[in-house]
Protein backbone atom coordinates (compact mmCIF):
# COMPACT_ATOMS: atom_id res chain seq x y z
CA UNK A 1 0.00 0.00 0.00
CA UNK A 2 1.22 3.18 -0.92
CA UNK A 3 0.29 6.69 0.85
CA UNK A 4 1.58 9.61 -1.13
CA UNK A 5 2.86 12.62 1.16
CA UNK A 6 3.62 16.21 -0.89
CA UNK A 7 3.72 15.38 -4.85
CA UNK A 8 4.32 12.23 -4.46
CA UNK A 9 5.50 10.14 -7.13
CA UNK A 10 3.97 9.16 -10.80
CA UNK A 11 3.94 5.18 -11.08
CA UNK A 12 3.68 5.41 -14.71
CA UNK A 13 7.65 6.83 -14.60
CA UNK A 14 8.82 4.23 -13.04
CA UNK A 15 10.63 1.58 -14.74
CA UNK A 16 8.61 -1.29 -15.88
CA UNK A 17 5.65 -0.56 -13.96
CA UNK A 18 2.29 -1.57 -15.32
CA UNK A 19 -1.01 -0.65 -14.74
CA UNK A 20 -2.92 -3.92 -13.63
CA UNK A 21 -6.67 -3.31 -14.90
CA UNK A 22 -7.97 -6.66 -12.89
CA UNK A 23 -6.10 -5.83 -9.53
CA UNK A 24 -6.58 -2.29 -10.32
CA UNK A 25 -2.93 -1.58 -9.01
CA UNK A 26 0.62 -1.00 -10.63
CA UNK A 27 2.65 -3.41 -10.92
CA UNK A 28 6.75 -4.50 -11.38
CA UNK A 29 8.76 -7.14 -11.50
CA UNK A 30 9.74 -8.20 -8.28
CA UNK A 31 13.53 -8.07 -9.36
CA UNK A 32 13.18 -4.29 -9.86
CA UNK A 33 11.73 -4.37 -5.73
CA UNK A 34 15.12 -2.30 -4.64
CA UNK A 35 14.68 0.08 -7.36
CA UNK A 36 10.93 0.99 -6.62
CA UNK A 37 11.47 1.38 -2.75
CA UNK A 38 14.59 3.83 -3.15
CA UNK A 39 12.18 5.84 -5.80
CA UNK A 40 9.23 6.18 -3.54
CA UNK A 41 11.03 6.81 -0.61
CA UNK A 42 13.26 9.38 -2.50
CA UNK A 43 9.25 10.86 -3.18
CA UNK A 44 8.29 10.68 0.11
CA UNK A 45 6.17 7.88 -0.58
CA UNK A 46 5.40 5.79 2.55
CA UNK A 47 5.66 2.23 1.90
CA UNK A 48 3.77 -1.20 3.12
CA UNK A 49 7.32 -3.38 2.41
CA UNK A 50 6.27 -7.07 3.48
CA UNK A 51 9.92 -8.74 1.79
CA UNK A 52 11.94 -9.83 4.45
CA UNK A 53 15.01 -12.10 3.88
CA UNK A 54 16.10 -13.93 6.59
CA UNK A 55 18.92 -13.49 8.23
CA UNK A 56 20.71 -17.04 8.36
CA UNK A 57 22.86 -18.15 11.19
CA UNK A 58 25.19 -21.03 11.58
CA UNK A 59 28.94 -22.57 11.78
CA UNK A 60 31.03 -22.28 8.16
CA UNK A 61 33.79 -24.53 7.04
CA UNK A 62 35.20 -22.97 3.95
CA UNK A 63 38.67 -23.51 2.87
CA UNK A 64 40.66 -20.21 2.75
CA UNK A 65 39.96 -18.38 -0.46
CA UNK A 66 42.95 -18.59 -3.07
CA UNK A 67 44.13 -15.22 -4.44
CA UNK A 68 41.95 -15.17 -7.20
CA UNK A 69 38.88 -16.47 -5.88
CA UNK A 70 39.22 -13.37 -2.92
CA UNK A 71 39.60 -10.75 -5.75
CA UNK A 72 36.47 -12.44 -7.22
CA UNK A 73 34.40 -12.29 -4.26
CA UNK A 74 35.77 -8.10 -3.74
CA UNK A 75 34.70 -7.11 -6.96
CA UNK A 76 31.50 -8.58 -6.54
CA UNK A 77 31.13 -7.00 -3.82
CA UNK A 78 32.39 -3.73 -4.72
CA UNK A 79 29.62 -3.91 -8.00
CA UNK A 80 26.87 -3.55 -5.25
CA UNK A 81 26.53 -6.89 -5.02
CA UNK A 82 25.60 -8.15 -8.65
CA UNK A 83 27.23 -9.62 -11.35
CA UNK A 84 28.67 -12.72 -12.90
CA UNK A 85 32.41 -14.21 -11.75
CA UNK A 86 33.74 -16.33 -14.81
CA UNK A 87 36.48 -19.09 -13.96
CA UNK A 88 37.45 -21.95 -15.95
CA UNK A 89 36.32 -25.23 -15.09
CA UNK A 90 37.83 -26.84 -12.13
CA UNK A 91 39.07 -23.37 -10.51
CA UNK A 92 36.26 -23.43 -7.57
CA UNK A 93 33.58 -21.08 -8.86
CA UNK A 94 31.65 -22.93 -5.76
CA UNK A 95 33.75 -21.72 -2.81
CA UNK A 96 33.33 -18.70 -4.17
CA UNK A 97 29.99 -18.52 -3.78
CA UNK A 98 29.65 -20.08 -0.45
CA UNK A 99 31.96 -17.72 0.54
CA UNK A 100 29.42 -14.80 -0.60
CA UNK A 101 26.56 -16.33 1.46
CA UNK A 102 28.80 -16.50 4.35
CA UNK A 103 29.29 -12.69 4.06
CA UNK A 104 26.09 -11.37 3.31
CA UNK A 105 24.39 -13.69 5.47
CA UNK A 106 21.17 -13.90 4.00
CA UNK A 107 18.51 -16.66 3.05
CA UNK A 108 19.89 -17.74 -0.64
CA UNK A 109 18.04 -19.26 -3.52
CA UNK A 110 20.86 -21.37 -5.39
CA UNK A 111 19.74 -22.07 -9.58
CA UNK A 112 21.00 -25.06 -10.86
CA UNK A 113 20.26 -26.32 -14.74
CA UNK A 114 20.56 -30.23 -13.45
CA UNK A 115 19.30 -32.31 -10.77
CA UNK A 116 22.98 -33.41 -10.59
CA UNK A 117 23.40 -29.88 -9.74
CA UNK A 118 20.80 -30.25 -7.14
CA UNK A 119 22.56 -32.76 -5.69
CA UNK A 120 26.30 -31.49 -5.59
CA UNK A 121 25.23 -28.21 -4.68
CA UNK A 122 23.04 -29.58 -1.44
CA UNK A 123 25.56 -32.09 -0.60
CA UNK A 124 28.42 -29.27 -0.91
CA UNK A 125 26.55 -26.86 1.61
CA UNK A 126 25.74 -29.37 3.41
CA UNK A 127 29.93 -30.18 4.33
CA UNK A 128 30.26 -26.30 5.05
CA UNK A 129 27.12 -25.10 6.63
CA UNK A 130 25.53 -26.24 9.71
CA UNK A 131 21.71 -25.43 9.12
CA UNK A 132 18.75 -27.04 6.79
CA UNK A 133 19.14 -27.30 3.16
CA UNK A 134 16.18 -26.68 1.26
CA UNK A 135 15.50 -28.69 -2.28
CA UNK A 136 13.02 -27.70 -4.79
CA UNK A 137 13.61 -30.74 -7.52
CA UNK A 138 13.67 -34.35 -8.07
CA UNK A 139 10.71 -34.59 -6.61
CA UNK A 140 11.46 -32.65 -3.34
CA UNK A 141 9.88 -29.07 -2.50
CA UNK A 142 11.22 -28.13 1.14
CA UNK A 143 12.26 -24.53 1.61
CA UNK A 144 15.24 -23.01 3.55
CA UNK A 145 17.28 -20.41 4.59
CA UNK A 146 19.68 -21.60 2.08
CA UNK A 147 17.60 -23.55 -0.83
CA UNK A 148 18.80 -25.27 -3.92
CA UNK A 149 16.24 -25.57 -6.98
CA UNK A 150 16.25 -25.96 -10.41
CA UNK A 151 15.87 -24.08 -13.07
CA UNK A 152 12.55 -25.77 -14.15
CA UNK A 153 11.15 -26.04 -10.51
CA UNK A 154 11.91 -22.24 -9.54
CA UNK A 155 9.55 -21.36 -12.68
CA UNK A 156 7.13 -22.76 -10.70
CA UNK A 157 7.64 -22.21 -7.24
CA UNK A 158 9.47 -18.53 -7.96
CA UNK A 159 6.07 -16.39 -7.50
CA UNK A 160 5.29 -18.11 -4.30
CA UNK A 161 8.90 -17.93 -3.12
CA UNK A 162 10.28 -14.90 -4.78
CA UNK A 163 9.74 -12.85 -1.73
CA UNK A 164 12.24 -14.88 0.73
CA UNK A 165 15.62 -14.50 0.31
CA UNK A 166 17.87 -11.59 -0.06
CA UNK A 167 20.85 -13.58 -2.63
CA UNK A 168 19.94 -15.26 -5.50
CA UNK A 169 22.77 -17.69 -6.91
CA UNK A 170 22.56 -19.05 -10.77
CA UNK A 171 24.98 -21.03 -11.77
CA UNK A 172 25.83 -21.93 -15.09
CA UNK A 173 24.77 -18.41 -15.60
CA UNK A 174 25.56 -18.27 -19.64
CA UNK A 175 22.00 -20.18 -19.62
CA UNK A 176 20.00 -16.97 -18.25
CA UNK A 177 17.23 -16.00 -20.91
CA UNK A 178 17.32 -19.76 -22.40
CA UNK A 179 17.14 -22.87 -20.17
CA UNK A 180 16.97 -20.52 -17.26
CA UNK A 181 14.20 -18.20 -18.25
CA UNK A 182 14.64 -14.93 -17.58
CA UNK A 183 11.27 -14.86 -15.80
CA UNK A 184 12.45 -16.73 -13.06
CA UNK A 185 14.57 -13.85 -11.97
CA UNK A 186 12.00 -11.46 -12.71
CA UNK A 187 10.00 -12.90 -10.17
CA UNK A 188 12.59 -12.67 -7.10
CA UNK A 189 12.67 -10.04 -5.05
CA UNK A 190 16.80 -10.70 -4.31
CA UNK A 191 18.71 -7.78 -4.56
CA UNK A 192 22.04 -9.19 -4.32
CA UNK A 193 22.54 -11.80 -7.85
CA UNK A 194 26.04 -13.68 -8.16
CA UNK A 195 25.85 -15.41 -11.63
CA UNK A 196 28.65 -18.21 -12.14
CA UNK A 197 30.22 -19.37 -15.41
CA UNK A 198 33.13 -20.80 -16.97
CA UNK A 199 32.04 -19.31 -20.66
CA UNK A 200 30.00 -16.06 -20.90
CA UNK A 201 27.73 -15.82 -23.52
CA UNK A 202 29.17 -14.19 -26.56
CA UNK A 203 25.81 -13.41 -28.36
CA UNK A 204 24.78 -9.43 -27.44
CA UNK A 205 21.06 -10.35 -26.86
CA UNK A 206 22.39 -12.89 -24.44
CA UNK A 207 25.28 -11.04 -22.73
CA UNK A 208 22.19 -7.96 -22.03
CA UNK A 209 19.48 -10.31 -20.93
CA UNK A 210 22.26 -11.65 -18.02
CA UNK A 211 23.48 -8.15 -17.39
CA UNK A 212 19.84 -6.99 -16.88
CA UNK A 213 18.96 -9.39 -14.31
CA UNK A 214 22.07 -11.00 -13.23
CA UNK A 215 24.66 -8.47 -14.15
CA UNK A 216 27.68 -7.41 -15.97
CA UNK A 217 30.70 -9.95 -15.60
CA UNK A 218 32.85 -8.60 -12.66
CA UNK A 219 35.83 -10.65 -12.76
CA UNK A 220 37.18 -12.89 -15.15
CA UNK A 221 39.90 -15.21 -15.91
CA UNK A 222 40.55 -18.00 -18.91
CA UNK A 223 42.06 -21.05 -18.42
CA UNK A 224 45.95 -19.85 -19.67
CA UNK A 225 45.73 -17.26 -16.57
CA UNK A 226 45.62 -20.12 -14.33
CA UNK A 227 47.72 -23.12 -16.16
CA UNK A 228 50.17 -24.03 -14.08
CA UNK A 229 48.99 -22.30 -10.89
CA UNK A 230 45.41 -23.19 -9.75
CA UNK A 231 45.06 -25.61 -12.89
CA UNK A 232 47.13 -28.05 -14.17
CA UNK A 233 49.31 -27.61 -17.03
CA UNK A 234 48.66 -29.40 -19.96
CA UNK A 235 49.10 -30.47 -23.86
CA UNK A 236 47.16 -29.96 -26.56
CA UNK A 237 47.52 -32.14 -29.16
CA UNK A 238 45.06 -32.31 -32.48
CA UNK A 239 46.05 -35.48 -34.37
CA UNK A 240 44.86 -35.57 -38.22
CA UNK A 241 42.81 -38.82 -39.38
CA UNK A 242 42.83 -39.43 -42.87
CA UNK A 243 39.56 -41.45 -44.07
CA UNK A 244 39.97 -44.79 -45.96
CA UNK A 245 39.24 -44.12 -49.92
CA UNK A 246 35.81 -45.91 -49.94
CA UNK A 247 34.38 -43.49 -46.60
CA UNK A 248 36.05 -40.64 -48.29
CA UNK A 249 34.03 -41.38 -51.39
CA UNK A 250 30.73 -41.53 -49.29
CA UNK A 251 31.50 -38.27 -47.38
CA UNK A 252 31.54 -36.33 -50.56
CA UNK A 253 28.70 -37.79 -52.25
CA UNK A 254 26.89 -37.17 -49.44
CA UNK A 255 28.25 -33.38 -48.21
CA UNK A 256 27.90 -32.59 -52.09
CA UNK A 257 24.08 -33.94 -51.67
CA UNK A 258 23.21 -31.63 -48.53
CA UNK A 259 25.36 -28.74 -50.30
CA UNK A 260 23.14 -28.08 -53.51
CA UNK A 261 19.86 -28.04 -51.23
CA UNK A 262 21.24 -25.92 -48.84
CA UNK A 263 22.71 -23.32 -51.61
CA UNK A 264 19.62 -23.51 -53.42
CA UNK A 265 17.70 -22.46 -50.30
CA UNK A 266 20.29 -20.04 -49.24
CA UNK A 267 20.20 -17.93 -53.00
CA UNK A 268 16.36 -17.84 -51.70
CA UNK A 269 16.62 -16.64 -48.28
CA UNK A 270 20.30 -15.45 -47.76
CA UNK A 271 19.01 -14.02 -44.34
CA UNK A 272 17.59 -17.65 -43.11
CA UNK A 273 18.92 -19.66 -39.93
CA UNK A 274 20.04 -23.02 -39.62
CA UNK A 275 16.89 -23.99 -37.79
CA UNK A 276 14.46 -21.89 -40.60
CA UNK A 277 16.30 -24.02 -43.32
CA UNK A 278 15.49 -27.51 -41.29
CA UNK A 279 11.54 -26.46 -40.74
CA UNK A 280 11.49 -25.64 -44.63
CA UNK A 281 13.62 -28.64 -45.87
CA UNK A 282 11.29 -30.99 -43.79
CA UNK A 283 8.24 -30.14 -45.46
CA UNK A 284 9.75 -31.38 -48.95
CA UNK A 285 11.07 -35.03 -49.89
CA UNK A 286 13.89 -33.46 -51.67
CA UNK A 287 14.24 -31.62 -48.27
CA UNK A 288 14.46 -34.42 -46.29
CA UNK A 289 17.00 -36.56 -48.28
CA UNK A 290 19.37 -33.44 -47.91
CA UNK A 291 19.31 -33.68 -44.07
CA UNK A 292 19.55 -37.11 -44.39
CA UNK A 293 22.78 -36.62 -46.06
CA UNK A 294 23.88 -34.37 -44.30
CA UNK A 295 23.29 -36.53 -40.76
CA UNK A 296 25.46 -39.49 -42.82
CA UNK A 297 28.21 -37.24 -43.48
CA UNK A 298 28.50 -36.45 -39.79
CA UNK A 299 27.46 -39.82 -38.53
CA UNK A 300 30.84 -40.56 -41.27
CA UNK A 301 33.62 -38.62 -39.45
CA UNK A 302 32.06 -38.90 -36.28
CA UNK A 303 33.92 -42.28 -36.23
CA UNK A 304 35.09 -43.61 -38.87
CA UNK A 305 37.98 -46.26 -38.86
CA UNK A 306 41.14 -44.27 -38.51
CA UNK A 307 39.46 -42.79 -35.77
CA UNK A 308 38.87 -46.08 -33.99
CA UNK A 309 42.89 -47.19 -34.45
CA UNK A 310 43.86 -43.48 -32.65
CA UNK A 311 41.81 -44.26 -29.80
CA UNK A 312 42.92 -47.38 -29.06
CA UNK A 313 46.43 -46.44 -29.87
CA UNK A 314 46.02 -43.36 -27.40
CA UNK A 315 44.29 -45.49 -24.71
CA UNK A 316 47.28 -47.95 -24.75
CA UNK A 317 49.77 -45.18 -24.40
CA UNK A 318 48.31 -43.88 -21.27
CA UNK A 319 46.99 -47.36 -20.17
CA UNK A 320 46.06 -47.32 -16.04
CA UNK A 321 45.51 -43.63 -16.25
CA UNK A 322 42.27 -41.59 -15.76
CA UNK A 323 40.93 -40.99 -18.93
CA UNK A 324 37.92 -39.35 -20.13
CA UNK A 325 36.83 -39.92 -23.68
CA UNK A 326 34.45 -37.16 -25.39
CA UNK A 327 32.53 -37.82 -28.10
CA UNK A 328 29.62 -35.41 -30.34
CA UNK A 329 26.64 -37.61 -29.94
CA UNK A 330 25.05 -40.71 -28.04
CA UNK A 331 25.69 -43.29 -30.59
CA UNK A 332 29.54 -42.52 -30.73
CA UNK A 333 29.50 -42.99 -27.29
CA UNK A 334 27.56 -46.22 -26.92
CA UNK A 335 29.70 -47.44 -29.88
CA UNK A 336 33.20 -46.63 -28.21
CA UNK A 337 31.96 -48.41 -24.76
CA UNK A 338 30.80 -51.46 -26.71
CA UNK A 339 33.94 -51.86 -28.69
CA UNK A 340 36.30 -51.42 -25.82
CA UNK A 341 34.67 -51.96 -22.56
CA UNK A 342 34.17 -48.66 -21.65
CA UNK A 343 31.63 -46.98 -19.11
CA UNK A 344 29.24 -44.90 -21.31
CA UNK A 345 28.18 -41.87 -19.64
CA UNK A 346 25.02 -40.06 -21.07
CA UNK A 347 21.82 -38.75 -19.93
CA UNK A 348 19.97 -41.69 -20.17
CA UNK A 349 22.18 -43.64 -17.38
CA UNK A 350 20.63 -43.11 -14.26
CA UNK A 351 21.63 -41.18 -11.34
CA UNK A 352 22.55 -44.14 -9.19
CA UNK A 353 24.30 -45.82 -11.80
CA UNK A 354 26.50 -43.34 -13.10
CA UNK A 355 27.21 -42.26 -9.38
CA UNK A 356 28.77 -45.63 -8.84
CA UNK A 357 30.74 -45.80 -12.15
CA UNK A 358 32.65 -42.39 -10.70
CA UNK A 359 33.24 -43.60 -7.64
CA UNK A 360 34.87 -45.90 -9.27
CA UNK A 361 36.57 -44.20 -11.89
CA UNK A 362 37.37 -42.04 -8.49
CA UNK A 363 39.70 -45.13 -7.61
CA UNK A 364 41.29 -46.28 -10.25
CA UNK A 365 39.05 -49.11 -10.42
CA UNK A 366 37.67 -47.80 -13.72
CA UNK A 367 40.36 -45.82 -15.15
CA UNK A 368 38.42 -44.42 -18.53
CA UNK A 369 34.66 -43.02 -19.23
CA UNK A 370 33.44 -42.17 -22.59
CA UNK A 371 30.66 -39.56 -22.48
CA UNK A 372 28.90 -37.07 -25.25
CA UNK A 373 28.07 -34.23 -23.10
CA UNK A 374 26.88 -35.37 -19.77
CA UNK A 375 30.42 -35.10 -18.70
CA UNK A 376 31.04 -31.34 -19.80
CA UNK A 377 28.83 -29.05 -17.13
CA UNK A 378 28.17 -29.05 -13.83
CA UNK A 379 28.64 -31.96 -12.60
CA UNK A 380 31.60 -32.76 -10.49
CA UNK A 381 33.92 -35.01 -11.92
CA UNK A 382 36.82 -37.13 -10.11
CA UNK A 383 40.56 -36.08 -11.34
CA UNK A 384 41.28 -37.21 -14.40
CA UNK A 385 44.69 -36.79 -16.23
CA UNK A 386 43.82 -37.45 -20.06
CA UNK A 387 40.98 -36.03 -22.29
CA UNK A 388 40.75 -37.97 -25.88
CA UNK A 389 38.04 -35.73 -27.96
CA UNK A 390 36.59 -37.88 -30.41
CA UNK A 391 34.30 -35.47 -31.99
CA UNK A 392 33.44 -32.14 -30.88
CA UNK A 393 31.59 -28.98 -32.11
CA UNK A 394 32.69 -25.38 -32.99
CA UNK A 395 31.68 -24.59 -29.96
CA UNK A 396 34.72 -22.71 -27.45
CA UNK A 397 32.48 -22.83 -24.56
CA UNK A 398 31.95 -26.63 -24.94
CA UNK A 399 36.02 -27.20 -25.40
CA UNK A 400 36.70 -24.89 -22.65
CA UNK A 401 34.23 -27.11 -20.41
CA UNK A 402 35.67 -30.32 -21.44
CA UNK A 403 39.24 -29.70 -21.16
CA UNK A 404 38.59 -28.48 -17.48
CA UNK A 405 37.80 -31.66 -16.57
CA UNK A 406 41.24 -32.88 -16.61
CA UNK A 407 42.68 -29.69 -14.91
CA UNK A 408 42.53 -30.05 -11.13
CA UNK A 409 46.24 -28.97 -10.26
CA UNK A 410 48.20 -32.33 -8.43
CA UNK A 411 51.63 -32.13 -7.50
CA UNK A 412 53.37 -33.01 -10.38
CA UNK A 413 50.99 -33.10 -12.72
CA UNK A 414 50.98 -31.83 -16.68
CA UNK A 415 47.91 -32.93 -17.98
CA UNK A 416 47.25 -34.25 -21.64
CA UNK A 417 44.61 -33.17 -24.06
CA UNK A 418 43.75 -35.13 -27.60
CA UNK A 419 41.72 -33.64 -30.67
CA UNK A 420 40.86 -35.98 -33.29
CA UNK A 421 39.87 -34.47 -36.27
CA UNK A 422 39.61 -35.73 -39.96
CA UNK A 423 41.21 -33.75 -42.41
CA UNK A 424 39.42 -31.70 -45.36
CA UNK A 425 36.35 -31.75 -43.50
CA UNK A 426 34.45 -29.83 -41.79
CA UNK A 427 36.28 -30.69 -38.12
CA UNK A 428 39.14 -29.21 -38.94
CA UNK A 429 37.30 -25.46 -38.86
CA UNK A 430 35.83 -26.36 -36.22
CA UNK A 431 39.30 -27.25 -34.44
CA UNK A 432 40.05 -24.24 -35.17
CA UNK A 433 37.83 -21.91 -34.26
CA UNK A 434 37.25 -23.50 -30.19
CA UNK A 435 40.82 -23.57 -29.95
CA UNK A 436 40.33 -19.78 -29.35
CA UNK A 437 41.46 -18.36 -26.20
CA UNK A 438 43.64 -21.93 -24.95
CA UNK A 439 46.62 -21.91 -26.94
CA UNK A 440 48.78 -19.22 -24.78
CA UNK A 441 47.71 -21.56 -21.70
CA UNK A 442 49.18 -24.90 -23.04
CA UNK A 443 52.10 -26.55 -24.82
CA UNK A 444 50.30 -27.34 -28.45
CA UNK A 445 50.50 -29.11 -31.71
CA UNK A 446 48.59 -28.88 -34.64
CA UNK A 447 49.82 -31.51 -36.99
CA UNK A 448 47.25 -29.98 -40.22
CA UNK A 449 48.92 -29.88 -43.45
CA UNK A 450 48.81 -25.88 -44.34
CA UNK A 451 46.09 -25.59 -41.72
CA UNK A 452 46.67 -22.17 -39.55
Known amino acids: ?145 ITVSTYASATSWAPRVGDRFGLVIVDEAHHVGGWCPREVLEMLAAPA ?22 GDTVYGLRIEDLAGDALASFDLVTLPIELAPEERDVYREQRARFARSYASFRRVTPEATWREFVRSANQTKPGREALAAWRASRALVAYPAAKRAALRELLARHRGERTIVFTSDNATAYAIARELLIMPITHEIGRVERAAALARFR ?57 LAVEDSLEVGYVMRRRSGLDRGASTSRAFGGAP
Open 1 to 145: MLEPEGDGEDPSRIPEATWDRELLAWRAPADRHADVLVRLSDAGVRISDDVRPQRIAGAWSLPALRWYQAEALARWQNAGRRGVIALPTGSGKTVVALAAIQRLGLSTLVLVPTRVLLDQWANELARTWGGTIGRLGDGEHVIAP
Open 193 to 214: RLGLTATPPDDPQARACLARHV
Open 363 to 419: SGEVPVLVSSQVLEEGLDVPDADVAIIVGGTASARRHVQRIGRVLRPRDGKRARVYE
